[in-house]
């Protein structure tokens, strides 16, 4: 074969293979996988969406940030209690609305140190709507510069660390000092806070304070008694 013949046979050869070297670097990249947003309940969404409360507005609570075990729900309880007796389990940081039938109402709580300090059984024999809020003489000498300016009082609001309701628990006629209330923190829900007693998301203290009279029976549970309700 003569040289000529021999090249004139390579040529289409080598752009045949010189074709498929490009073909294969421009092969197509698989496409990253989607990540898809995290999927929520209407329910949940509607049953935390903002709310328009007298002069105020409650900001909405983003659910799909949330534990899903601390969203108000519905759940299976074994108590002694009669329906419409309020079980607050610090410990488990959940609180508890007894209902008919071996149901509760379960909302979660963020607990402060003064939400551990009382066990037992009490009444609530106060309840207010966006209440007023006084620093304690501890918290004024612990952080003089963040509450001195506060010593004669915070008026209720959507600042107020309080939040939208308060429920006030008595014994015998004696304040315990032990509250029940709404807070601006959505986060701090689950969790050990720095200050107040028990505090629940503003949507469910609201919930909470209309399902509860006056005069109605609140148990603190200890310890030993935690976690033992639920089934």
């Not at 073909?23 to 996988?33: D, I, K, R, W």
């Not at 909470?208 to 033992?228: A, D, I, M, Q, Y």
Request: charged share 25%; proline share 8%.
């Amino acid at each position: 074969m003569t040289p000529s013949r021999a090249a004139a046979l390579w040529r289409p050869l080598t752009t045949s293979l010189f074709v498929m070297g490009l073909s294969a670097c421009a092969q197509t990249a698989p496409e990253p996988p989607k990540i898809e947003d995290p999927k929520v309940d209407t329910s949940l969404a509607s049953m935390y969406a903002p709310i328009k409360d007298g002069d105020e507005t409650i900001p909405g609570v983003d659910v799909s940030k949330m534990d899903p075990k601390n969203v108000r729900q519905v759940v299976d309880y074994k108590t002694g209690y009669p329906a419409g007796t309020i079980v607050v389990d610090p410990h488990s940081r959940f609180l508890y609305l007894v209902m008919e039938g071996g149901k509760a109402m379960r909302y979660g709580v963020g607990v402060a140190k003064a939400g551990m300090e009382f066990e037992g059984e009490a009444d609530i024999s106060r309840k207010a709507q966006w209440p007023g809020w006084v620093p304690t003489q501890n918290m004024i000498q612990r952080d003089p510069e963040r509450y001195g300016p506060l010593a004669s009082g915070l008026e209720g609001g959507i600042k107020n660390p309080l939040g939208a309701r308060a429920l006030y628990l008595y014994q015998g006629g004696k304040d315990t000092l032990y509250r029940i209330h709404g807070t601006n923190e959505p986060w701090s829900i689950g969790k050990s806070v720095s200050s107040g007693c028990i505090r629940l998301l503003n949507h469910d203290i609201i919930d909470l304070h209309r399902r509860v009279p006056k005069g109605s029976k609140v148990v603190v549970l200890g310890p030993t008694e935690s976690g033992k309700g639920e089934v």
